[in-house]
């Protein structure tokens, strides 16, 4: 029997930190729930490299044979642990950083503390963002 993608390429999806690694596991979750996760091909397949092209089509083209088959729920179902746990803690960060007086913070890289707490908010404000965007 042919091995699945979602188990072959389960470390690149999972455990890989690097943009393409990322966007790749975004595009799996399109396949899994378009109406949360609503990044597609389209939208990143210009950065893509012919490696990951391919890993893609590998992955999309299993998905359309196999539906939802045991590897690609449980690839899902891991990058959505991960994703909801990375905004859960992103959202613990932006309110104990609301919580603290400006004046408190710690200074970072010869900043002002209020300098260094005004960019540790925008930075932390932008992730949820994101984070929320993604569908977390």
């Known amino acids: 029997m042919e091995q699945s993608p979602y188990v072959k390429y ?54 359309h044979e196999h539906g939802n088959e045991h590897s690609f729920v449980t690839v899902c179902e891991a990058l959505i642990s991960r994703g909801e746990r990375q905004a859960e803690e992103l959202h613990v960060e932006l309110t104990r950083l609301r919580a603290t007086k400006p004046s408190d913070y710690p200074s970072v890289d010869d900043r002002t503390n209020e300098d260094s707490y005004k960019a540790a908010l925008k930075s932390c404000e932008h992730f949820l963002s994101v984070a929320r965007s993604d569908g977390f």
């Open 10 to 63: 389960r470390d690149i999806l999972l455990n890989e930190k690097y943009g393409t690694a990322y966007r790749l596991g975004d595009l799996v979750l399109g396949l899994y729930e378009p109406g949360r996760f609503r990044l597609r091909r389209d939208d990143c397949w210009g950065g893509f490299d012919v490696r990951h092209r391919q890993i893609y089509q590998e992955l999309a083209d299993w998905y």
